[in-house]
């Protein structure tokens, strides 16, 4: 198993990996001495996750058309297709990982979130834009 040291106030960074957990412990004292405890460690599965729910913590957003087009139009998309009447594709270029923002259009509206792109469940879809509508009407 991997241990890795992450610096708190950037938990998507992994600072550095290790084989044992005692190697990290030690290094991470080392980070930590005469400080506030900025440097935290984990496992790797775990920093994978943590990362995950980071990256994909903020709710789908309603954009402009004008940052739609911007986005269709500086790389080519990836995934583009129309799956329930929402018609959506992914950026080309990623964030992290599989990571990367994905774009929706669906009845005039337009909206963006960031995804991963190799779990359909976190991509926008009719569903998630209807859910985001209901919230907005009861703000």
């Not at 998309?77 to 594709?89: C, H, I, M, T």
């Not at 990982?97 to 509206?109: C, I, Q, V």
């Not at 779990?119 to 879809?125: A, E, Y």
Request: glycine share 2%; hydrophobic share 35%.
């Amino acid at each position: 198993m991997d241990w890795v040291i992450i610096d708190t106030s950037k938990p998507i960074t992994c600072w550095d990996i290790f084989k044992s957990e005692s190697g990290a412990m030690e290094k991470c004292a080392q980070l930590n001495f005469d400080r506030e405890e900025t440097y935290k460690v984990m496992t790797w599965e775990e920093f994978k996750q943590n990362r995950r729910d980071i990256i994909l913590s903020d709710p789908i957003k309603e954009i402009t058309e004008d940052e739609w087009m911007e986005a269709l139009e500086c790389l080519p998309p990836y995934k583009w297709e129309q799956v329930d009447g929402v018609n959506r594709f992914m950026m080309s270029e990623f964030y992290t990982a599989g990571f990367t923002e994905m774009y929706a259009r669906y009845n005039g509206k337009h909206y963006s979130k960031m995804v991963d792109s190799t779990d359909d469940s976190t991509w926008i879809s009719k569903e998630m834009i209807d859910e985001h509508s209901r919230n907005c009407s009861l703000a």
